[in-house]
C-alpha cells in the first residue's frame, strides 16, 4: 500500500487511503502501522473512504514527545482529522487504536459520527494493570523481546502464519522511541476515558476474541454496555490480531457497524 505524508503543527504524519464516499479513519495498535488493516481496506474500499493513519511514532508519523499518553495521542487524532478535513467521521481502532477512538468519540462527540472498538482493553484489573505496567517498562529501557507479544497473540495453527508473519515484520519495523512512548500510554490508558464511556452517543462496536486474555470479553461487554448505542460482539476461536486472523468476520461486523443510523438519522 501506498502512504502520503502530511504536515501537522509538529511534524508530520503519514496514512494509506483507498475508496471513496463516507469517511472511515482506521487506527492501529501499539508495535504495527497502517498495513495492519489490509484485509478491512480491501473489503470496505468499495463503499467507503478508509484512511489508514499510522499512529505516532510509528510507520512514517513522527512521535509524539516521551513521556505522551493517551489524550496526547487523541489531541494528535484531533489534529488529523482535521487536517484531511473529515468532518465527521467514522473511527475504528484495535488494541491501543480503540483506546484512542474512545477518547476521540469521548471528547469530540460532534466529530464522531460512529466508533469501533477493535480488542479494546477497559478497567484492567490490579494484576492485568501491574503486568503490562512492567512490560512498559521494560520497553523503555530498551528492552524488546519480538516473541512475547506473538506468542499472546496467536495461536500456532498454521492457519493463522502468514498473519503471523505480518505482524512480527510491522513489529521490527518500529522505531524503539516510538514503540516505548505508545505502550507506556497504552500501559496507563485503559482507564483515562473510561468514566465518559456512557457519554458516547454515536453507534458503538466493541469487538473482541474470545482467546484473547488481555481484551477480554467481558472488557468488550462492559463497555458496549454502558454506550446508549452500544455492542459488542466475541469471535470464537482467535486471540488479539483478529482483524488479520478473522478478517471476514471483522469486516462483515464493521460493515453492519458502518450501515447503524446515526444519532442525528435516527431522530424523528
Request: proline share 6%; aromatic share 6%.
Amino acid at each position: 500500500m501506498m502512504s502520503t505524508t502530511q504536515p501537522l503543527s509538529k511534524g508530520h504524519f503519514s496514512y494509506t487511503e483507498r475508496g471513496h464516499g463516507e469517511p472511515l479513519m482506521l487506527i492501529h495498535g501499539v508495535g504495527m502501522n497502517a498495513r495492519a488493516w489490509g484485509p478491512q481496506m480491501d473489503a470496505l474500499m468499495q463503499n467507503y473512504r478508509v484512511i489508514a493513519v499510522d499512529m505516532p511514532g510509528h510507520g512514517g508519523s513522527t512521535a509524539l514527545p516521551r513521556g505522551s499518553q493517551l489524550p496526547q495521542f487523541v489531541a494528535w487524532t484531533k489534529e488529523v482529522v482535521e487536517a484531511l478535513k473529515l468532518g465527521s467521521v467514522n473511527i475504528a481502532g484495535h488494541s491501543m487504536g480503540a483506546l484512542i477512538a474512545a477518547g476521540f468519540a469521548c471528547t469530540a462527540p460532534h466529530a464522531a459520527r460512529r466508533v469501533a472498538l477493535l480488542n479494546p482493553v477497559f478497567r484492567r484489573s490490579a494484576t492485568a494493570r501491574a503486568a503490562v505496567k512492567a512490560r512498559a517498562d521494560e520497553i523503555a529501557k530498551g528492552t524488546f523481546d519480538l516473541e512475547t507479544p506473538l506468542a499472546r497473540w496467536f495461536s500456532d495453527s498454521p492457519a493463522e502464519a502468514q498473519a503471523k508473519a505480518l505482524t512480527g515484520q510491522l513489529l521490527s519495523e518500529v522505531s524503539a522511541g516510538g514503540y516505548a512512548t505508545a505502550y507506556a500510554a497504552f500501559a496507563a490508558g485503559d482507564a483515562t476515558y473510561a468514566d465518559q464511556i456512557a457519554q458516547i452517543h454515536a453507534p458503538l462496536l466493541a469487538l473482541t476474541a474470545d482467546g484473547d486474555k488481555n481484551s477480554t470479553p467481558e472488557m468488550s461487554r462492559a463497555i458496549a454496555n454502558l454506550a446508549p448505542l452500544g455492542r459488542a460482539e466475541i469471535i470464537t476461536g482467535h486471540r488479539h490480531m483478529v482483524n488479520l486472523t478473522a478478517p471476514h468476520e471483522v469486516n462483515a461486523a464493521l460493515l453492519q457497524w458502518l450501515k447503524c443510523p446515526t444519532t442525528q438519522e435516527a431522530l424523528p
